[in-house]
Antibody, heavy 124, light 111 residues
Framework: QLQLQESGPGLVKPSETLSLTCTVS??????????WGWIRQPPGKGLEWIGS???????YYNPSLKSRVTISVDTSKNQFSLKLSSVTAADTAVYYC????????????????WGQGTLVTVSS | QSALTQPASVSGSPGQSITISCTGT?????????VSWYQQHPGKAPKLMIY???NRPSGVPDRFSGSKSGNTASLTISGLQAEDEADYYC???????????FGGGTKLTVL
């Protein structure tokens, strides 16, 4: 079945760029009707959508993070990636990747399945 | 402050039924049938339990059901079991620039 796995550094210094990759296995990232998304969860808090990308490269971002976020896709590797610049302690969170059901008109619907998540701590 | 409002906690005894509410606006919950619900056990990734208001993914017990009335969606769990104890989050598409909103989460305790 479809599986997603996040990878990347667990510790990032303030003002630097957080970079994570999500590897998709058991299916193609080039599936129609599905975007590929990033969601984060600060320790002890709720979920926050970061952004999502279609295999063609079309992206949607949370406006609250848009100025600092870049999501890209590599269909040859069945991977998509997240870059978050100028990080602060407020960006410390568990970062999840997930398949995101959506439509061409941008009605983003539900996330399934999710990766196991990776904790990224922002600290000097 | 989350865009969708959920109760912080609910509880119930084994075998009982509970309902978790998720209140939004006509721009999200009330305007579209794109409400989803997720179950999250401690230290684990969220799991999709309900999509598009009332649909259950394969493998989700039929004890879990979803509905919507106006700007409020609801998740009902009948025949509560100890393993249902977890955090539950609702989410919706929104026509605002935010596009995707989550509730603040509800902690379900099985007494």
């Amino acid at each position: 079945q479809l599986q997603l796995q996040e990878s990347g550094p667990g510790l990032v210094k303030p003002s630097e760029t957080l970079s994570l990759t999500c590897t998709v296995s058991g299916g193609s990232i080039s599936s129609s009707s599905y975007y590929w998304g990033w969601i984060r969860q600060p320790p002890g808090k709720g979920l926050e959508w970061i952004g999502s990308i279609y295999y063609s490269g079309s992206t949607y971002y949370n406006p609250s993070l848009k100025s600092r976020v870049t999501i890209s896709v590599d269909t040859s590797k069945n991977q998509f990636s997240l870059k978050l610049s100028s990080v602060t302690a407020a960006d410390t969170a568990v970062y999840y990747c997930a398949r995101h059901r959506g439509s061409a008109r941008g009605t983003l619907r539900w996330f399934d399945p999710w990766g196991q998540g990776t904790l990224v701590t922002v600290s000097s | 402050q989350s865009a969708l409002t959920q109760p912080a906690s609910v509880s119930g005894s084994p075998g009982q039924s509970i309902t978790i509410s998720c209140t939004g606006t006509s721009s999200d919950v009330g305007g579209y049938n794109y409400v989803s619900w997720y179950q999250q056990h401690p230290g684990k990734a969220p799991k999709l339990m309900i999509y598009e208001v009332s649909n259950r993914p394969s493998g989700v017990p039929d004890r879990f059901s979803g509905s919507k009335s106006g700007n409020t969606a609801s998740l009902t769990i009948s025949g509560l079991q100890a393993e249902d104890e977890a955090d539950y989050y609702c989410s919706s598409y929104t026509s605002s620039s935010t596009l995707v909103v989550f509730g603040g989460g509800t902690k379900l305790t099985v007494l």
